[in-house]
Structures are given as C-alpha cells and as structure tokens.
C-alpha cells in the first residue's frame, strides 16, 4: 500500500515523465538505465518516508486513546490486558471518572443536573471504530490516497478501506497484473492473534481461457515468471522496510515457501504493526557498544604511543638502570 502510494508521489511521477518521454532529456542527460536506477532508490525512500509517517500517526492514536482514560482505569486496562490498546476488549470510550469525581466535590450551589449531564456528553473518539491496525492503516492511506483516485473511485469508496486497495489495483493494472486480498475476516479477538494477512500478486488474465497445448503453457508460464520478476523489481518489494518488524515485511520468495502458494503469484504480507522492543533494545546496545568502542580507543591510544615511546628511549638511551652486568 505505502509503495502504491509511493508511485504517485510527485518526485516519481516526474521522473516517470522524463524517462517515457524522450524529448525531455538531453544528449547530456543519463541513460535510462541509470534512471531506472535512480528511480528505485527514490521510491525506497518515498516508501520509508510514508512508512515512517504512518506508524507516527498510529502512535499518535494509540496515544490519544490511552488519554481518554484516567490513571486508575488506564492501569487497570494494562494490567488485565497488557500494553496494547487494541487488546483492551471493554474499552469502549472515555471514562468520566474526573468529571464525576469533580461533581461530587462541587459546592451544593453546583449541583445541577445540567452541570452533570454536559460533563458527561464531551465528545470522544470511538476506540471500537477500527477493529485492528490493518483497518485503521487502511483507513488512513486512503485518506492520503483520496487526491490520487478518479472521481468515479471516490464517490464508490469515499473516505474509507476501499480507496487505497483502488489505488494498489492501478499500480498494478500497469504491470499487468492484480491482487487478490483474504475477504473472509475472524472474529475481533481471533483477527488480532492471527498472522500477517497475505496479499497474492498474481498476473491479470488477458481474455478468455482457450485450449492450452503443452508449448502454449510453456509460454504462459514464462510470460508469468517475467511480469511476477518485473513487479518485483520495478516496486522493490524485497526491500528491508522500517519501522515495520521483519515478520511484516513484503518477502517476496522466488520459489514457493510455503504449501498452497505456486510459482504464480507473489505473497505479500500486508499486516501493520508497532516496532518490537527487542528492535529498540537492539539499536540502544548498538549504540553503547559504539560509545564504549569510541572511547576505549582514545584512552588506549595515548598510553600505546606513551609505551612505545618508553621503549624506545629505554632501547637508545640504555639508561644504567636496565643494563645487566654480567660477570664472567
């Protein structure tokens, strides 16, 4: 989806322009190889940089949804559930705890039911909107994506998942090809537990079945491993994104891995999620390590020159002190 995006930035659609159209280069413009090659390096970095934004938007939310709690129910929610916000299964809404707390503190002169019940109708957001990070990322890309879209996809999905599966479907309506998306979903606790969802990139058909020789299906099968290998490199989809964890990246195996997927598609895992701590944990030891390399080497290095230098004194000055009589 971030690649989708990506595609439409307008860094790689001028690019685009001045790679399909040859009066807008110069004799002393780069080939198109390099361009090409270029361009993948500029997609990676619009994709990183849409990832990164996205996941701060996302712990933007999470955040103000915790706010919507009071301390003590926001430690009662983690210590039954845990951390995560979105195993928090009874968080429906924002508690009134403050303001009930404050309506019974209130002088008797304040206590007016009018007082009580415009405390409790506060507006707030709907934790239950979203059932799992994968729907709000899709909900969020596809207001990003809402600019990119005909009108005519606009006034089908305005304002919702749709937007941006629309917008994957015309990238890769480019290469010929489409995807295919699990439609069947689990039940709210079990769909949080499952697996990344697997997206297939599969080539798009051309017209209607027709009946298929054995020199006929050698040649299907090349012109599918041939557009499968063109989607994957011209969208970089083997790229090591961040900050998503490693289980969520789009690996895009050669061969089959797994039972149930041929040769014929691409799997792609599609499921967002937070960075992992032992991520965090990672890069901080990496970083003490440097630090503590960084300064063993200045410390080390003035006292190896000192000694060294002590040698050599002590080997041309011969100083009576080291010289060892030896008495025959």
């Given amino acids: 989806m971030h690649i989708s995006l990506a595609c439409f930035s307008d860094e790689v659609q001028a690019l685009d322009t001045i790679i399909s159209c040859p009066h807008l280069r110069s004799q002393s413009s780069l080939p198109i190889e390099l361009l090409l090659h270029i361009r993948l390096y500029l997609l990676v970095h619009i994709t990183d940089h849409l990832i990164i934004r996205s996941y701060t938007a996302l712990q933007r939310y999470e955040s103000t949804l915790r706010q919507l709690l009071c301390a003590e129910c926001l430690s009662y929610n983690q210590y039954v559930y845990g951390e995560d916000v979105w195993h928090w299964t009874e968080f429906t809404g924002a508690c009134r705890c403050d303001e009930a707390r404050r309506y019974l503190l209130a002088s008797p002169a304040d206590y007016t039911l009018s007082a009580f019940s415009n ?76 697996e990344s969802e697997v997206v297939l ?118 100083p009576q002190a080291f010289r060892t009589r030896i008495s025959v």
């Fill in 119 to 194: 405390a409790l109708s506060i507006p707030s957001l709907n934790p239950k909107r979203f059932v799992d990070r994968q729907e709000w990322l899709e909900h969020y890309l596809s207001c990003k994506s809402l600019r990119f879209t005909t009108n005519t996809l606009s006034a089908i999905h305005p304002h919702s998942q749709g937007v941006i599966w629309d917008l994957v479907a015309t990238v890769l309506d480019e290469f010929r090809c489409r995807s295919i998306r699990k439609q069947a979903r689990l039940s709210r606790r079990q769909s949080r537990a499952e």
């Fill in 201 to 318: 990139i599969v080539p798009a058909p051309d017209g209607p079945s027709q009946s298929e020789s054995s020199e006929s299906s050698y040649d299907d099968g090349w012109m599918t491993q041939v557009l499968l290998r063109r989607v994957e490199r011209d969208l970089v989809l083997k790229h090591d994104y961040q900050p998503i964890e490693h289980s969520t990246h789009p690996s895009i195996p050669l061969a089959p891995s797994t039972p149930g997927h041929s040769s014929e598609c691409l799997p792609c895992h599609s499921k967002f999620s937070r960075t992992s701590s032992r991520t965090a944990r990672a890069i901080v030891l990496d970083l003490i390590v440097t630090i503590h390399t960084t300064f063993t080497t200045i410390l080390c290095l003035p006292v190896s020159l000192a000694t060294l230098l002590l040698t050599l004194i002590c080997y041309y000055c011969k």
